[in-house]
């Protein structure tokens, strides 16, 4: 089941702060996160794993709350190059392997 | 460089001619997943192979089938496409079948159907 992801979009000038939501109806194994720059496929950012292993990415970070089922992905000090659409992908716990992307985030940074 | 290979990056097929596109890898992956992606949309899940072993989604149309000769291999067989097949259509691998393992994409085949 496909996870629901928010804001569907942001405009952010560069330096400022932005945080993209990710949430599960079913329990979770692991939130992976992606963006992908037009055209282009998507590239690994961050994965976090059920009991809390986290492997991260630059400037960027994100925790995953279990019990809610829910991850965020915290964008700090944004740069230009963070544009792009960001997308989560969930494996739940009940489909092993079976990766489902969120509708996916927006993102545009602003000089 | 290890990577993910998909041709060709661009196909323009008329309604109902068949497609092919293909992925192969060099990075020894035991999985390789076969997204659709369509404008502004999330990659949506039509098939994954571990190993040899084949699983299809549920709702992944008849018209789309899918072959791995060997670990480095994969092919997407479009039967007759329609226009709605239309898409991005992204490979991508992972070592193994958890999710502590790491996605690595293709750059995409870009499907346009005439």
């Known amino acids: 089941q496909q996870p629901v992801q928010s804001p569907q979009a942001v405009i952010l000038r560069e330096g400022e702060d932005a945080v993209i939501n990710c949430s599960s109806s079913?329990?979770?194994?692991?939130v992976h996160w992606y963006r992908q720059k037009h055209g282009e496929a998507p590239v690994f950012l961050m994965i976090?794993?059920?009991?809390?292993e986290q492997k991260g990415h630059e400037k960027i970070s994100a925790s995953f709350n279990e019990k809610k089922q829910q991850s965020s992905l915290y964008l700090t000090a944004s740069q230009l190059s963070y544009s792009g659409t960001y997308f989560c992908?969930?494996?739940?716990?009940?489909?092993?392997?079976?990766?489902?992307f969120g509708a996916g985030t927006q993102v545009v940074v602003t000089p | 460089d290890a990577m993910v290979i998909q041709n060709p990056r661009y196909q323009v097929t008329q309604f109902g001619k068949p497609v092919t596109l293909s992925c192969s890898q060099t990075l020894n992956h035991n999985v390789m997943y076969w997204y659709q992606q369509k404008s502004s949309q999330a990659p949506k899940l039509l098939f994954h192979y571990y190993d040899k072993d084949f699983n299809n989604e549920a709702d992944t149309p008849d018209n789309f089938q899918s072959r791995r000769p060997n670990t480095s291999f994969c092919f997407l067989d479009i039967r007759s496409p329609g226009l709605g097949d239309a898409a991005m259509y992204l490979c991508?691998?992972?070592?193994?079948?958890?999710?502590?393992?790491?996605?690595?994409f293709g750059a995409g085949s870009r499907l346009t159907v005439l």
């Open positions: 976090l794993l059920k009991g809390g």
């Open positions: 991508a691998t992972s070592r193994a079948r958890t999710g502590a393992n790491v996605l690595t």
């Open positions: 079913k329990a979770l194994y692991s």
């Open positions: 992908g969930t494996e739940t716990t009940d489909s092993w392997g079976k990766f489902q």
